[in-house]
């Protein structure tokens, strides 16, 4: 009786197997029909550009769902301008070399169509500078197959000239090699770039390296630095100080533990580049003397943050020199190789002079809560009156329950961005602003596209300028709890739109949910 059930286990197995090689070679064949050659894709693209021969500038919508794009302020107007950036659907990835230009002043978009531009890529950098009448410069990047299978990594540096209007692509001997997930600055006349990872079907591999552009030779320059640098990352928080140094923070890795299966490793460390000239002393970058660098470490103190990845930091523009951080996500691994991931919306500020790290509170909160709490004495005050008034008719008590209400709706809560990892940020005359970024349900990845500002000098409350496009398709699995997580999504969004007086959109949000969760 035993071996027979032994023979039938053994051929139960041997079944599972069999299923399980062919469910594995379906997907493969799915894969492969999914995908084509890379570098024919990216010649297409190309192709489509050279043949057009106009620019162009259509008003339009806010952007389609997309993360991994870079968001860089104009160094005269007022203006921010988004580039690329790739959506993952469940199933499928795409790519886009979409170029947009916001408008503050009129919280309006411009979809820009231009010859010869960049093909489509994610995770790459972006810079502004004043120069030539203002210039996007944009380094590196990927693009990947619809299936996330295949990888091309970019090591093309271009240039987008504002007054006039152009692309310009930029060959110069000495570049970083191809890369994605590094960090790009505008340092005194030069361009830094740090970092960044290269990934292919068969491994993968991080950099520490540090390259310069000049940008009056137009020329590139690997740096030889002193000093023990930070390990090999991507994904670093990096910014210039205003006296030609570079301050580097955190960014994370990925390390094999065993055959295909591989851990995330989260940095926290603190970093200062600094030019020195030959022979000892600080250097200015604007000096003619030889320059080298050095690396050295900066301690910490202060509210520091918690360990994260997919944070965002820009430098503030303010009196002194202080960056400030947004957001990010830590992954909590438990024994059975499941993941919980935590994705947070505080805000820090770091002292880049001194490596001491604050925890913002936004003014603005307290406040409110004193208001709330006195408004709401005030209603029960106005009920318990009421109460005591037996010549109170049926009227008059629907009268004080709209008054309640409208009290309850003056006092709502205030708009905030939710927790998110990779949301873009930039700071234009003391504003900063807030676009997108992603967070996960189980499975599913949630893209964001939610814009807000916040005034850094008063540090009073976030405004909301563009509420978050609530319906997504997603094409990949999906559990009940990450459903219930949409909904608690979508509610969020009829919270944003009645705030923003959207009563029609969020009367269409509600039948929406109803018609989706029902």
């Known amino acids: 009786m035993g071996k027979k059930n032994k023979k039938k286990d053994k051929k139960g197995r041997g079944a599972e197997k069999t299923a399980a090689k062919t469910a594995k070679k379906s997907e493969k064949r799915a894969r492969k029909e999914l995908d084509e050659d890379l570098e024919a894709l990216i010649a297409q693209f ?3 550009d050279r043949k057009r021969t106009d620019t162009t500038e259509e008003p339009c919508q806010a952007p389609s769902p997309r993360c991994n794009m870079t968001l860089t302020a104009h160094p005269e107007k007022d203006e921010l301008l988004m580039f690329g950036g790739e959506y993952f659907n469940g199933k499928q990835t795409f790519v886009y070399n979409d170029f947009y230009i916001y408008n503050i002043k009129r919280n309006e978009w411009t979809l820009v169509k231009a010859p010869n531009a960049p093909p489509p890529r994610c995770a790459h950098q972006a810079v502004a500078v004043a120069q030539g009448g203002g210039q996007l410069w944009i380094f590196g990047g990927e693009f990947s197959s619809p299936s996330q299978s295949q990888f091309h990594h970019y090591k093309d540096l271009w240039v987008w000239h504002m007054s006039e209007k152009r692309w ?54 690997k740096l030889s630095i002193a000093g023990n640098p930070p390990s090999p990352r991507s994904g670093v928080q990096l910014v210039a100080r205003s006296d030609g140094s570079v301050v580097l923070y955190g960014g994370y890795t990925k390390k094999q533990v065993k ?21 000892g002393g600080d250097a200015d970058t604007t000096d003619t003397a030889p320059i080298k660098w050095k690396w050295s470490r900066m301690s910490q103190s202060g509210m520091k943050p918690l360990p994260r990845s997919g944070a965002s930091m820009v430098l503030t523009a303010t009196p002194g020199n202080r960056a400030i951080m947004f957001g ?26 001194k490596g001491r790290w604050f925890e913002v509170k936004l003014r603005g909160e307290k406040k409110k809560k004193r208001r709330r709490r006195r408004k709401e004495k005030e209603v029960a005050k106005e009920q318990n009156e009421d109460d005591s008034d037996e010549k109170d008719d049926d009227s008059d008590g629907e009268e004080e329950e709209e008054k309640s209400e409208v009290a309850a709706a003056s006092v709502s809560e205030e708009v905030e961005p939710c927790g ?92 929406y949910v109803t018609s989706v969760f029902s």
């Open 259 to 279: 055959k295909e299966v591989d851990t995330g490793v989260i940095h926290e460390d603190l970093f200062l580049l600094s030019p020195v000239k030959e022979g």
């Open 46 to 48: 190309t192709e489509l």
């Open 168 to 221: 310009e692509k930029i060959s110069s001997s000495g570049a970083p090699s191809s890369r994605s997930g590094h960090r790009m600055v505008v340092c005194k006349r030069q361009i830094i770039v740090f970092g960044g990872f290269h990934e292919s079907l068969r491994d993968y591999r991080y950099f520490n390296d540090v390259s310069a552009f000049n940008l009056d030779t137009y020329k590139w320059t």
């Open 328 to 353: 990010g996500v830590f992954d909590v691994e438990d024994e059975e190789e499941d993941m919980e991931s935590e994705f947070y919306n505080e805000i820090y500020t770091l002292d880049l002079d």
């Open 420 to 511: 998110r990892m990779n949301a873009v940020m930039t700071v234009k005359h003391g504003i900063l602003y807030l676009y997108g970024g992603l967070y996960e349900e189980g499975e599913k990845e949630v893209t964001l596209t939610d814009m807000y500002s916040l005034d850094i000098h008063k540090l009073k409350e976030w405004k909301l300028l563009q509420a978050m496009e609530t319906k997504q398709d997603w094409e990949g699995e999906s559990s009940s709890s990450e459903e219930e997580g949409s909904l608690t999504v979508a509610m969020a969004a009829i919270h944003i739109n009645v705030q923003l007086g959207s009563l029609t959109v969020a009367m269409a949000t509600i039948h």
